[in-house]
């Protein structure tokens, strides 16, 4: 059975602080992906990881940075914690199918952030 | 303009009753289509995907695909109870630089009410 874990369900933060939001998937996946869900903005993609020590911006990058330092390891760092950064967090990981880029992404359960 | 429209919602629907989903799309290179399903404080599963235009059934599930008109849907027949969750349309490009990115709607929150 697939899996895709993140380290926490529910975190609550101050301003200003530094969070640590890690993702582990068991696939042996190449493409990782963390996103922020927000109702009526749907996901909106913050970074992706094609391999190890590689990372591109996603849609929203400001006020996030990431981490790929193993293969089944993906972390998403918020440097300065901000109320604007209260959010549902979600990871996700794809293989490599047609043409480089694979079909299905597997999500992991979530990380309700709040940042007071 | 989002790359991928769709309507939010809420939509409640009386148990039985026939959903129709929808989303728009502008980029004319995406080249695969899915919907995801999203039960309350769970991530996101697949449910359907496809590459062509036209009509994919499964079960109560059918999604279509109109490439044309950058439209596609999803209807659910015989809606149940248990059908009650976030619907995500996705959409990407198969592209060999794409690396399995995937642009999402708003996502549809939908209630069927026994």
């Known amino acids: 059975d697939v899996k895709v874990t993140q380290s926490s369900r529910y975190l609550v933060k101050r301003t200003g602080e530094k969070v640590f939001l890690e993702c582990v998937q068991d696939?042996?996946?190449?493409?990782m992906f963390w996103y922020r869900q927000d109702p009526g903005l749907g996901l909106r993609l913050i970074y992706f990881s094609y391999d190890v020590k590689m990372k591109e911006k996603g849609d929203i990058p400001e006020g996030y940075s990431v981490s790929r330092e193993k293969k089944e390891r993906f972390s998403l760092i918020l440097e300065s914690a901000s109320t604007s950064q209260t959010s549902m967090y979600l990871c996700?990981?794809?293989?490599?199918?047609?043409?480089?880029?694979?079909?299905?992404?597997?999500f992991g359960p979530g990380t309700r952030l709040t940042v007071l | 303009q989002k790359e991928v429209e769709q309507d939010p919602g809420p939509l409640s629907v009386p148990e039985g009753a026939i959903v129709s989903l929808n989303c728009t799309y502008s980029n004319s290179a995406f080249q695969y289509f899915m919907w995801y399903r999203q039960y309350s404080r769970k991530g996101p599963e697949l449910l359907m995907y496809t590459y062509s235009s036209g009509n994919k059934e499964d079960g109560r599930f059918t999604a279509q695909v109109d490439k044309s008109s950058k439209y596609i849907s999803l209807f659910i027949r015989d809606s149940q109870p248990s059908d009650s969750a976030t619907y995500l349309c996705a959409i990407g490009d198969a592209g060999g630089t794409s690396y399995g990115k995937l642009t999402f709607g708003q996502g549809t929150i939908l209630t069927v009410h026994p």
């Open positions: 696939m042996d996946h190449e493409n």
């Open positions: 996700a990981s794809t293989g490599s199918g047609v043409s480089g880029g694979g079909v299905e992404q597997f």
